[in-house]
């Protein structure tokens, strides 16, 4: 149980295109779910706090308008990097709290790899 | 300034041995300690939680122990095995909100047969 999908897995697309992700809990409703990101043997920075119906909690200097985060469904986040740009490529992954309790582990989603040319 | 600190960025130990990985942190009062595994190009996965009240927690072969005296938790594998080779990653909870955690840098260990 407890599973997290993200899509897609792997995107290469020129400087300037707008590229989507999404994060699906396939087997619970998920309140409250986060947006990583990490670079090559570093370790996992919190980008934003995505909560369902509401509007997403920006971590500092993280850009909400580069950034775009959408929890329309219990089931669904959705991270649109606006305007990509080379130094925006990375490893961004998704995670979910099953729900929404703290203290609680998080499930993550396998990741998307995001390369901007 | 916040730091949380994983002993080693590399650990290579010989199968069947105990592996202890070490997480300290500074300027910090989390209210719990999550340890995660993750393998390369993967998502972490979740492997054992324990809140400040609690000194250890086990879980089959994984032994994880959490001081806030010492500002300091150990994450212990005893016969470890190949398989049990990753990145293992420590994160803090429940120091700004209940939800939100911080991680560690982690740290890559290595079982050799």
């Known amino acids: 149980g407890a599973v997290v999908s993200q899509h897609p897995s792997w995107v290469i697309c020129k400087s300037g295109t707008s590229v989507k992700i999404e994060c699906r809990s396939l087997?619970?409703?998920?309140?409250?779910m986060f947006w990583y990101r990490q670079f090559p043997k570093q370790s996992l920075m919190l980008m934003a706090t995505?909560?369902?119906?509401?509007?997403?909690?920006?971590e500092q200097g993280v850009e909400k308008d580069k950034f775009l985060i959408n929890h329309a469904s219990l089931t669904l986040s959705t991270l649109t990097v606006t305007s990509a740009h080379p130094e925006d490529s990375s490893f961004y992954i998704c995670?979910?709290?099953?729900?929404?309790?703290?203290?609680?582990?998080?499930?993550f989603g396998d990741g998307t790899r995001l390369s901007i040319l | 300034s916040q730091k949380i600190e994983q002993n080693s960025e590399a650990l290579n130990i010989q199968e069947g041995k105990t592996a202890t990985l070490t997480c300290n942190y500074t300027n910090y009062s989390p209210a719990y300690l999550q340890w995660y595994r993750q393998d390369p190009g993967r998502g972490p996965v979740f492997l054992l939680l324990i809140r400040e009240n609690e000194k250890e927690k086990r879980k089959e072969r994984l032994k994880v122990t959490f001081d806030t005296t010492l500002k300091q938790s150990l994450f212990h594998i005893t016969a470890s095995q190949p398989a049990d080779s990753a990145t293992y990653l420590c994160?803090?909870?429940?120091?700004?909100?209940?939800?939100?955690?911080?991680f560690g840098s982690g740290t890559r260990l290595s079982i050799r047969p």
């Open positions: 995670s979910a709290l099953e729900g929404g309790q703290g203290n609680q582990p998080q499930h």
């Open positions: 087997d619970f409703q998920a309140t409250t």
């Open positions: 994160a803090l909870g429940g120091y700004s909100s209940a939800s939100k955690i911080i």
């Open positions: 995505s909560n369902e119906g509401s509007k997403a909690t920006y």
